[in-house]
């Protein structure tokens, strides 16, 4: 092949793509569709649901304060501290619950893992910016709300290509 | 000269005609490492590589953490490939607790580890693009990696750094109606990265700068230890895919792409095919998956090894043959971990490959070689 049809046929490569859709996501108006409501953790099969691996959501009614997650947490990212909570659960003995740290916290998912009382889970929210470090810090209490995560578009394959729609 | 500087950083003055230069670390066309080059003129009379910039000391961190926690911090080294980078270390876990792992879960990996392979070496492509000054395929790889970066999302729950894989299998089994959105994907993505040949490959402007630059001879190659595209591009057939299979690669038919041209043209080539390989292999992989069944064999909470044991395992990554020794003594945490790492050993190519090219020919000798600096330094 010679330079003038090479160089022809790869604009010419290039110009196809302009009767093509965007595939771009505009993020801020629209988000991305993810299965299931987050990532959980069976302990009796000792296997995981898939989901997104997002913020995390503790079920106080469940938690024993047995620490397990922090434990779990001391190798990785050392972002789970144990705080106490005013209220009083009969399963919680010593009324303490995990307090997330989202500055540090990686988003593995081992301490979902560790839970044996299904009480930590993630969820699908991911938009945890703060305009302090303190404004990172999660406590039982932020923890136990579930998020609302609005999630309009998932890629779509057609013909003419690949959209986010 | 300031003779308190140490001798790295001082201008060395070798000759009248020639120059020393440092290229980086905070130049952007050299990655988190510095390339310091003597020149003559515009040609490269010798070069010597400095990596180092970004160790982390992933291997001795992992001294200090248990079999489980270590998951997470060892795959930071390549965040674009991270089953691949994490998937040596798992193999020999499980050979130190001796752990069987179920058969699903084995074509789960498969299909991860290849979809890895496929994000990371887009990840290459969109840069060695950019470097060669063609921005639109900056644009084209960066915006087709997200197909599969939704896959490996819905899979594991991140985009990067999954921490997908443990000892004993995988995290979490497939999400409903995976397999059907994975094959229509993966088959778009084909039939995209298809596309890269006329704009890209088979592009005169490329050819001219990249054909007959850095030319690695097979026996070069061979002695200096290079691996993975670096090798295959020189025309030897290596791939540990097929070479030592690992999990179920044994029951797929790997082909591997080689070229004996052995200059920056086929070294940024065989990549490109072996992502279409990849995408053979996944759609081998869906369908001769088992449909249900086990993924992950239940541990104990804190899994000790057995004794004094030693075990080192490789695989083929993205980068080539990345192997991970470890050393287990009857404690939760390994007594010693050691990557051996696919770019730290074609980076040793480069003072050869740049010796009397020019030094508007380093982009692109330099990123052919599917160097990826955090991973050299660990």
């Given at each position: 092949m010679n330079t003038a049809t090479g160089i022809i046929k790869a604009l010419n490569s290039g110009i196809k793509h302009l009767a093509i859709k965007r595939f771009t996501l505009r993020y801020p108006e629209e988000k991305l569709k993810f299965v299931g409501d987050g990532y959980q953790f069976d302990p009796s099969t000792g296997v995981g649901i898939a989901g997104y691996k997002g913020r995390h959501m503790l079920f106080h009614d469940h938690c024993t304060g047995c620490q397990l997650c922090s434990i779990a947490c001391e190798g990785v990212a050392e972002a789970i501290a144990m705080v106490k909570v005013p209220e009083e659960h009969k399963q919680n003995k010593k009324a303490i619950m995990p307090q997330i740290d989202y500055g540090k916290c990686v988003f593995c998912g081992l301490c979902v893992d560790a839970c044996p009382f299904y009480a930590l889970y993630m969820t699908n929210d991911y938009e945890l910016s703060s305009f302090s470090k303190e404004g990172l810090i999660y406590t039982p209490a932020q923890l136990q709300v579930k998020p609302y995560v609005s999630q309009d578009s998932s890629i779509q394959i057609t013909d003419r290509g690949a959209t986010h729609g | 000269m300031n003779p308190e500087l140490p001798p790295g950083l001082a201008l060395q003055k070798v000759d009248e005609r020639i120059m020393t230069l440092n290229v980086g670390p905070q130049h952007p066309g050299s990655g988190h490492m510095r390339i310091i080059v003597q020149i003559d003129g515009d040609f490269i009379v010798a070069c010597d590589p400095d990596p180092g910039y970004v160790h982390r000391g992933e291997e001795k961190m992992a001294e200090y953490r248990n079999y489980i926690t270590n998951i997470p911090h060892l795959e930071r080294p390549v965040i674009h490939d991270s089953c691949n980078v994490l998937y040596p270390y798992v193999l020999g876990?499980?050979?130190?607790?001796?752990?069987?792992?179920?058969?699903?879960?084995?074509?789960?990996?498969?299909?991860?580890?290849?979809?890895?392979?496929?994000?990371?070496?887009?990840?290459?492509?969109?840069?060695?693009?950019?470097?060669?000054?063609?921005?639109?395929?900056?644009?084209?790889?960066?915006?087709?990696?997200?197909?599969?970066?939704?896959?490996?999302?819905?899979?594991?729950?991140?985009?990067?750094?999954?921490?997908?894989?443990?000892?004993?299998?995988?995290?979490?089994?497939l999400p409903p109606n995976f397999e059907d959105v994975c094959?229509?994907?993966?088959?778009?993505?084909?039939?995209?990265i298809k596309e890269y040949a006329a704009i890209f490959y088979d592009n005169p402007i490329l050819i001219a700068r990249t054909k007959d630059t850095g030319i690695l001879s097979r026996q070069d190659a061979i002695r200096l230890g290079t691996t993975g595209s670096v090798l295959r591009a020189s025309g030897v057939d290596y791939d540990l895919r097929k070479k030592e299979p690992y999990d179920v690669y044994e029951e797929l038919d790997v082909h591997t792409n080689v070229m004996k041209e052995g200059d920056s043209y086929a070294r940024s080539k065989v990549p490109w095919l072996d992502m279409l390989e990849s995408c053979a292999?996944?759609?081998?992989?869906?369908?001769?998956?088992?449909?249900?069944?086990?993924?992950?064999?239940?541990?104990?909470p804190n899994p000790k090894g057995k004794g004094l044991d030693s075990v080192y395992k490789r695989v083929e990554s993205g980068r080539g043959s990345l192997g991970c020794y470890i050393v287990s003594d009857a404690k939760p945490e390994p007594y010693r971990v050691k990557m051996s790492v696919g770019s730290f050993r074609n980076l040793i190519a480069l003072p050869y490959l740049l010796k009397g090219e020019k030094l508007g020919n380093m982009p692109s000798v330099y990123w052919s070689l599917n160097y990826w600096p955090v991973e050299a330094d660990r």
């Open positions: - | 876990v499980e050979e130190i607790l001796g752990i069987e792992v179920p058969e699903r879960a084995k074509y789960i990996r498969v299909i991860a580890s290849e979809l890895n392979r496929c994000i990371y070496t887009m990840y290459w492509l969109a840069i060695y693009g950019i470097f060669l000054g063609h921005s639109t395929m900056f644009m084209w790889p960066a915006g087709d990696r997200e197909l599969l970066i939704d896959l490996m999302e819905k899979m594991t729950g991140a985009r990067v750094t999954h921490a997908h894989f443990v000892p004993g299998g995988v995290r979490n089994d094959l229509r994907q993966v088959n778009y993505f084909e039939k995209r292999i996944i759609r081998q992989a869906l369908q001769k998956m088992p449909k249900s069944g086990s993924v992950r064999v239940k541990l104990k």
